[in-house]
């Protein structure tokens, strides 16, 4: 806003300018034209302002978010000048509000899930749909048009938002994975107050380019530097253990870097086939010092309770009973599962790599043992050295405020009650949370993914506002 003298000395005459790269990231408006007068923009570096008798009102709109080559910040200057020659200068610098991600302890608004043809996951969508009204959210379940049977809603698209002061918009980052939801984002999401945001690259996306393979802590304190916000986590290779590794495209670390707010850092998701960091951990909140807690799949955990079920005389007791995998039954007695011994020796290669990721989320979290909860899951390879599920995933949930919608795992049953389960809510209702396991083996398991992997949801922002703190870590 102009203040201080009514009108300009004899002579003078008053300019806003930015430099050519600052124009294309940014534009400027008279707020107070009716046409809303674009002043600075990507064709124009500098305007004259006219009318300088009265109150001076600019708008200025980002174009650009942070990324590898632009840091964010903008300048722009206003200059007097007289006879062609700056007699005075002032200026301001902005930053470009960060895209940020929300994580499971913030609550759930709406929970997206493709509506398959031929009503092929109808019985999925209304367990589902009891579970999103119980946590007070809304149930969209996506029309064919928007997805073409991709089932992947998590894979496409990751919803986090941005907000300036006096705005705020949940904004859509769109993953180049382009499967049949490619279209859904910008034709189901897109709007005045929803925004889009894509990266493309020359080289082909592989797995690890999908949103399974994203999360966002809690918000948490790490040797004394507070994240408010939370830090990304992102799956990755380890060349020295994986012949033909994989890594998420550079532009979308670089991207995620960008930002600064939550602070990403990298961990190993490509010893998995699908790849995705949401095949072996998500967080949940909990009445804790860290106020969550970090639930990672564990095949020695599986490992334990079958052997004592073994010893309680249970081991002809079935597994995936009632259930057919590559036509034919899937049925698996826990005698055959601890006799097999590259199964075994499987999974303890495969408990190897989750132990790895333990002890770097432990250092990049500060996270103590007692902030880790590990759930029974089992493991095989896929042929080529990978992991994928030998049963339903029950850590690939989506959560919900205190509700969690789990893959039903199918395990051994004593008395009608699936081991599994029982020890799943043993751990888990004391934090508050009501388990509900949901038959997914249709198509989700058998297509390779679990719940999360075919839910989104957009979630409440956090009641901070970013602008408002200085993390240590960005100074």
């Known amino acids: 806003r102009k203040v201080g003298l009514k009108d300009l000395p004899s002579g003078c005459e008053l300019y806003l300018s930015v430099n050519e790269d600052t124009a294309q990231r940014i534009r400027i408006y008279d707020e107070l034209d009716r046409t809303g007068y674009e002043l600075i923009g990507p064709d124009r570096t500098k305007a004259k302002i006219r009318n300088t008798d009265r109150e001076i009102i600019l708008a200025i709109e980002g174009l650009a978010y942070p990324d590898s080559d632009f840091d964010g910040m903008v300048e722009i200057s206003l200059n007097l000048i007289k006879d062609g020659e700056t007699i005075y200068s ?7 509000a960060p895209w940020m991600m929300t994580p499971n302890t913030l609550s759930p608004l709406t929970v997206f ?32 048009e928007f997805h073409q049977d991709d089932p992947w809603m998590r894979d496409e698209i990751e919803i986090g938002y941005t907000q300036a002061p006096g705005h705020l918009m949940h904004v859509v980052l769109d993953s180049p994975r382009d499967r049949g939801l490619i279209h859904f984002a910008k034709r189901r999401l897109l709007g005045i107050d929803f925004g889009y945001v894509t990266r493309k690259s020359r080289h082909e996306p592989t797995k690890l380019d999908s949103f399974g393979n994203l999360e966002v802590s809690p918000p948490v304190t790490v040797k004394g530097v507070n994240y408010p916000f939370g830090r990304l986590i992102f799956g990755g290779t380890r060349k020295d253990i ?3 590794p994989r890594r998420m495209l550079k532009v979308l ?16 998701s490509d010893w998995l086939s699908v790849g995705h960091i949401d095949e072996f951990m998500t967080f949940v909140g909990a009445f804790s010092p860290k106020g969550f807690k970090l639930l990672l799949a564990s095949p020695d955990k599986c490992y334990d309770l079958l052997k004592q079920l073994r010893e309680q005389g249970h081991s002809q007791l079935l597994l995936r009973q009632g259930k057919r995998l590559y036509n034919k039954p899937a049925d698996v007695s826990i005698a055959e599962i601890l006799d097999n011994e590259d199964l075994a020796r499987d999974n303890q290669r495969f408990q190897g790599h989750i132990n790895w990721n333990r002890e770097l989320l432990k ?17 095989q ?6 992991a994928e599920t030998f049963f339903p995933n029950m850590v690939n949930m989506i959560v919900l405020n205190q509700h969690l919608a789990i893959p039903k795992p199918f395990g051994p049953k004593v008395n009608e009650q699936c081991q599994f389960e029982a020890y799943v809510k043993g751990v888990l209702e004391p934090l508050g949370k009501e388990c509900h396991f949901i038959d997914d083996w249709e198509p989700y398991f058998r297509g390779g993914g679990e719940i999360h992997c075919g839910t989104n949801a957009s979630r409440e922002t956090f009641p901070q506002k970013w602008w408002e703190i200085e993390p240590l870590f960005m100074i």
């Not at 200026?91 to 470009?96: P, T």
């Not at 670390?253 to 190993?268: G, S, T, V």
């Open 253 to 268: 670390q670089d991207f995620l870097y960008a930002q600064k707010i939550q602070a990403p850092f990298e961990i190993f």
């Open 242 to 244: 994986i012949p033909d």
């Open 381 to 386: 390879d896929d042929g080529n050295g990978r």
């Open 90 to 96: 002032d200026r301001v610098i902005f930053r470009v």
């Open 113 to 144: 899930v493709s509506r398959l043809s031929n009503r092929a996951n109808e019985e999925f969508i209304e367990q589902l749909r009891k579970v999103v009204a119980q946590a007070n959210a809304q149930l969209d379940p996506v029309p064919f």
């Open 363 to 379: 250092e990049e979290l500060d996270l103590g043992e007692e902030d880790i909860i590990h759930l029974p899951s089992l493991f």
